[in-house]
């Protein structure tokens, strides 16, 4: 019988000491893609180093006005230089940021359920079509999974519905894991659901950050994990959760409220972009982000 609910991992072997090859292409597991969809990725991770910064304000589709989103036009805008990648919903996306913009845009595509309803939040569905992605020129689909949920059939669904969808025309999709009261954040169920949903095909999966063992939750993942910001936790802490988890094999970062809750939100911006792309240790990040504060007082 399959090993379901799996053993310890010191009892398996992770190879964490040993990187997954990309022939021929940059991206952890993205070298067989087509033309088109490379380039899309590309946008979104930095060649140089494989790694994005995806900044992450799509709260309000089933949060409403979250706090530092009241006006995403004076929040969100002053941060768009720094980031790689603006994860938003299309509402957002068409009556707010400017079409100018040259950053890749990582589009929520599912959803149908409010904090009205904490019972039913994983009762979601696709909430965006195809023909819609291509005209607002996603690089990226975003669509929740709830692994272990009564929906977990539906979101599972939703996700094969969408990767079919968007392979036809070269659009990266992100599994987004869902955690809720009975979806403990262990490396255990982040193993699971991250490669659930890269097996069904997903091109980039989303999970929160664990203390214990994530590099395991990485080394069996084939295709890039970026990391969940999740609720506002001191500036420290959060910068050294980002390197953290990039030294232990994620391909960065898909934070919001870490950044747009901050009491300097583009200092924080330019210092998590100083530990993702910058090369720098969190003590130094966290200094330029009090340098940056001051001299914006």
Same mark, same amino acid.
């Given at each position: 019988? $399959?090993?379901? &609910?799996?053993?310890?991992?010191?009892?398996?072997?992770?190879?964490?000491?040993?990187?997954?090859?990309?022939?021929?292409?940059?991206?952890?597991?993205?070298?067989?893609?087509?033309?088109?969809?490379?380039?899309?990725?590309?946008?979104?991770?930095?060649?140089?180093?494989?790694?994005?910064?995806?900044?992450?304000?799509?709260?309000?589709?089933?949060q409403g006005p979250t706090t530092g989103l009241e006006?995403?036009?004076?929040?969100?805008?002053?941060?768009?230089?720094?980031?790689?990648?603006?994860?938003?919903?299309?509402?957002?996306?068409?009556?707010?940021?400017?079409?100018?913009?040259?950053?890749?845009?990582?589009?929520?595509?599912?959803?149908?359920?409010?904090?009205a309803r904490p019972d039913e939040l994983s009762n979601?569905?696709?909430?965006?079509?195809?023909?819609?992605?291509?005209?607002?020129?996603?690089?990226?689909?975003?669509?929740?999974?709830?692994?272990?949920?009564v929906h977990e059939r539906q979101t599972i669904s939703?996700?094969?519905?969408?990767?079919?969808?968007?392979?036809?025309?070269?659009?990266?999709?992100?599994?987004?894991?869902?955690?809720?009261?009975?979806?403990?954040?262990?490396?255990?169920?982040?193993?699971? $659901?991250?490669?659930?949903?890269?097996?069904?095909?997903?091109?980039?999966?989303?999970?929160?950050?664990?203390?214990?063992?994530?590099?395991?939750?990485?080394?069996?993942?084939?295709?890039?994990?970026?990391?969940?910001?999740?609720?506002?936790?001191?500036?420290?802490? $959060?910068?050294?959760?980002?390197?953290?988890?990039?030294?232990?094999?994620?391909?960065?970062?898909?934070?919001?409220?870490?950044?747009?809750?901050?009491?300097?939100?583009?200092?924080?911006?330019?210092?998590?972009?100083?530990?993702?792309?910058?090369?720098?240790?969190?003590?130094?990040?966290?200094?330029?982000?009090? &340098?940056?504060?001051?001299?914006?007082?």
């Amino acid at each position: 019988m $399959a090993d379901l &609910d799996g053993t310890q991992a010191e009892q398996k072997q992770y190879f964490s000491d040993v990187p997954q090859e990309s022939p021929g292409y940059f991206l952890k597991g993205s070298h067989q893609y087509d033309w088109g969809l490379k380039n899309r990725l590309a946008k979104v991770f930095n060649p140089a180093n494989g790694r994005t910064i995806m900044l992450a304000f799509d709260h309000g589709y089933f949060q409403g006005p979250t706090t530092g989103l009241e006006r995403v036009d004076q929040t969100i805008l002053p941060l768009e230089p720094y980031c790689d990648c603006l994860m938003l919903t299309r509402g957002i996306q068409r009556s707010i940021i400017p079409a100018s913009t040259q950053k890749a845009i990582a589009l929520r595509a599912s959803g149908g359920t409010s904090m009205a309803r904490p019972d039913e939040l994983s009762n979601e569905s696709l909430a965006c079509s195809i023909e819609e992605a291509i005209r607002l020129n996603a690089s990226v689909l975003a669509v929740q999974v709830f692994i272990g949920s009564v929906h977990e059939r539906q979101t599972i669904s939703n996700l094969t519905r969408l990767i079919d969808q968007a392979n036809r025309y070269g659009i990266a999709v992100m599994g987004v894991v869902a955690v809720g009261r009975e979806m403990a954040r262990t490396a255990r169920y982040f193993r699971l $659901a991250t490669r659930i949903m890269a097996e069904l095909g997903a091109h980039i999966l989303k999970c929160y950050y664990t203390d214990e063992d994530f590099d395991s939750i990485t080394s069996c993942c084939p295709v890039p994990i970026v990391i969940a910001g999740g609720k506002k936790i001191p500036e420290l802490d $959060a910068l050294k959760m980002a390197y953290n988890a990039c030294e232990q094999g994620a391909s960065g970062v898909d934070m919001g409220r870490n950044i747009f809750q901050s009491d300097a939100p583009v200092p924080m911006m330019r210092a998590v972009r100083g530990v993702v792309h910058g090369g720098m240790k969190p003590d130094e990040a966290y200094q330029m982000y009090q &340098d940056l504060k001051a001299e914006q007082a």
